[in-house]
């Protein structure tokens, strides 16, 4: 096995934080989505061999050593759609689309093999291999400090990055851009200890008024285009209405080792998931519910499995009669609409999909709820809502937005 191969290289990283040159606080960048439609699995198989990694690797956490190939709790990234943000690397600087990545923190590039990582005059190499395993492929390499650049106002001059010398479970992105929480870096090296992400390196230096980063996605009906936003060091008010209601990440495992809260979910006056623990997740495109949630949610609206696509279709007389859904975090409710709920038809294709038909964005998560992962809130969600991750304060955020109650798809 490709885990065993490499696992005996699984050297220290660089543990360091590193310098940031940055010049206002907070700092935003674009996001894009793409489509990557090579591969023979569903959209749905994809978010659902993410949900199971993501489960097995945190229970897993601190119960192996660092020798064993079933230590590694950073998930894999969905190889359908992916949010990604150029970033350039090294003077002269090559340009990289990463994906951005809540669910895991480790950052590198070079996955694309037209398209390496090639050391430049801001280059260090410091001579340590890493390894991250992921639920559907790896990525081995070399540990280098470089400068990085996110924007014209905020380049990192000293920052760890990973050089790929071989990926698997990639294709159409360059990397990761690792945003989650620091402890996800944990047993990606022999050590066993963390790796500093950029977000702790421009904290811990004061070059950001805050630890938090501000997450906004919109809806989108087109194959590739930018329709996002990563604040870092703060939020961008422009960006939601309303209060921004923040909540403690939840104490639960294994959901506590993400960026997890606690929520309940109700089809209108039904409750479909009583109050458990999941997570947000900007690496998963579907919303995903536990499977018991997801039999009353069929039951409720009618939908059906299609065998294609792997996602839940309606009639268009269901569809008319089809009820919101209402997400209770803390002491507020958060409606998801019908609209929220469809799949853009605009990119049934994109998905294997039929053009004429009508696909819900909702999905089985693959496990009965009670096993403290109960839910994944992941892009589709999140193109309704506003998001914050305060990793200084462990909580997180979340406020509506202009596309709360859009009629897009």
């Known amino acids: 096995m490709i885990s065993q191969l490499f696992v005996a290289v699984y050297l220290a990283l660089f543990a360091a934080a590193t310098p940031l040159t940055v010049r206002k606080s907070p700092v935003t ?41 079933a230590n590694v ?15 350039d690397v090294g003077s002269p600087p090559t340009t990289f689309n990463l994906i951005v990545d809540t669910g895991s923190s480790n950052t590198w590039v070079g996955a694309d093999p037209n398209k390496p990582y090639t050391p430049t005059s801001t280059s260090q190499d ?3 291999h890493v390894l991250v395993l992921y639920g559907s492929g790896l990525f081995f390499g070399e540990e280098f400090i470089d400068q990085v650049s996110l924007s014209e106002s905020l380049t990192i001059q000293q920052q760890s990055i990973g050089g790929s010398e071989l990926t698997e479970g990639f294709s159409g992105v ?32 004061g070059l950001l008024d805050s630890k938090e980063i501000g997450i906004s996605f919109e809806p989108t009906t087109t194959v590739s285009s930018t329709n996002g936003e990563l604040t870092f060091g703060g939020i961008d008010s422009s960006k939601f209405t309303g209060d921004l209601l923040f909540v403690p990440i939840t104490s639960t495992s294994p959901a506590n080792e993400f960026v997890g809260i606690d929520q309940s979910v109700a089809y209108g006056s039904t409750t479909i998931l009583s109050e458990t623990a999941g997570i947000v997740d900007t690496g998963t495109a579907l919303l995903l519910l536990a499977s018991d949630a997801i039999a009353t949610y069929q039951n409720l ?36 609409t019908p609209n929220a709920q469809l799949w853009p038809r605009s990119l049934n294709t994109a998905i294997g ?3 004429d038909s009508i696909y819900l964005i909702v999905g089985d998560i693959g496990s009965e709820s009670g096993e403290g992962f109960d839910f994944i809130n992941g892009q589709t969600w999140l193109e309704r809502f506003y998001f914050v991750f305060d990793a200084g304060n462990s909580r997180a955020g979340f406020a509506t937005t202009e596309f709360t109650d859009a009629t897009t798809n």
């Open 29 to 69: 960048i674009s996001l894009s989505r793409h489509f990557n439609t090579t591969g023979s699995k569903t959209i749905l198989e994809f978010d659902q061999a993410r949900a199971k990694f993501l489960k097995q690797s945190a229970a897993q956490k601190g119960s192996v050593s660092a020798s064993s190939d």
């Open 73 to 87: 709790s950073v998930p894999v990234t969905n190889g359908m759609v992916s949010y990604t943000a150029a970033v």
């Open 126 to 128: 410091t001579g340590e």
């Open 174 to 205: 360059d990397g990761i851009l690792g945003i989650g929480p620091t402890d996800l870096t944990e047993n990606t090296t022999m050590d066993g200890g963390t790796v500093p992400t950029v977000l702790d390196n421009a904290f811990s230096l």
């Open 301 to 336: 609206t009618g939908a059906v499995p299609d065998e294609n696509t792997g996602l839940l279709t309606l009639t268009a007389t269901q569809f008319a009669s089809l009820e919101s859904l209402f997400f209770n975090i803390g002491n507020t409710t958060f409606e998801f």
């Open 353 to 355: 999909g039929n053009a």
